[in-house]
C-alpha cells in the first residue's frame, strides 16, 4: 500500500467523521440523531479497517467487530426506547 | 499487484462513504436519510474492511469476513427499527410528492 493513499485516506475519513459529529449535534429529531450515530460507527469502522490494513494489525479488526456489534444493539435498544418507552418488553 | 488492488478498493470505499456522508447531510428527512447510511455507507465500509483482507494473513481475512457478514445481517435490521421508530411517533415525510401508503 502506498504511502500517498494511506495517508489521503486517513485525513479524508477525519474530514468525515467531523461532518458526521456536526451532523449528530445539529439533527432535527431524535430518529435522526440515531441514524447519524449509526452512520458514525460505519466512518469508525472504515478507519479502524484502515489500520488494519496499512501494517497488518489484526487487534484493530477486532476492536471495528466489537463497535459493530455494540452500534447494533444500541441502535435497536434506543429505537424500541423511542416507539413505547419498553427497550426490552 | 495485490498492493494496487488494495489502493483501488480503498479509493472505491473512500469515494462511497463520502456519498453515503453527503446524502445523510443533504437529504430533507429521515427516511431518505435512511436510504444512504444503511446502503451507500455500509458499502463504503466493507470496501474498506476487504482491502484490509487483500495483503492479509489469515487472522486478518478472517476477522474482516466476519465484520463483513456481520455488517450484511445488522445494517437492514437497524435501518427498519429506525424507520418503524419514526412512522411510530409520525414524523412527517418532507420528500416532495412523498405519499404515506401505510
Known amino acids: ?89 | 499487484m495485490s498492493a494496487l488492488l488494495a489502493d483501488a478498493l480503498i479509493v472505491l470505499g473512500l469515494a462511497v462513504i463520502t456519498v453515503g456522508v453527503y446524502g445523510v447531510v443533504r437529504l430533507p428527512d429521515v427516511y431518505t436519510q435512511l436510504h444512504a447510511a444503511s446502503k451507500a455507507a455500509f458499502l463504503g465500509a466493507a470496501a474498506l474492511v476487504a482491502s484490509a483482507a487483500v495483503e492479509g494473513d489469515a487472522a486478518t481475512v478472517t476477522r474482516a469476513i466476519v465484520i463483513v457478514v456481520l455488517l450484511t445481517v445488522t445494517t437492514p435490521v437497524a435501518a427498519h427499527a429506525i424507520a418503524r421508530a419514526a412512522h411510530r411517533r409520525e414524523e412527517p415525510m418532507r420528500t416532495e410528492g412523498a405519499v404515506d401508503e401505510s
Open chain 1, 1 to 89: 500500500m502506498s504511502n500517498l493513499v494511506f495517508y489521503g485516506a486517513l485525513v479524508w475519513l477525519a474530514v468525515l467523521l467531523g461532518v458526521v459529529v456536526v451532523r449528530l449535534s445539529t439533527a432535527g429529531s431524535a430518529t435522526q440523531r440515531i441514524l447519524a450515530l449509526d452512520l458514525l460507527t460505519l466512518v469508525l469502522i472504515g478507519l479502524l479497517a484502515l489500520a488494519a490494513g496499512e501494517d497488518q494489525r489484526a487487534y484493530a479488526l477486532d476492536a471495528a467487530l466489537a463497535l459493530a456489534l455494540l452500534s447494533f444493539v444500541a441502535t435497536l435498544a434506543a429505537c424500541r426506547y423511542l416507539e413505547d418507552r419498553k427497550p426490552f418488553g
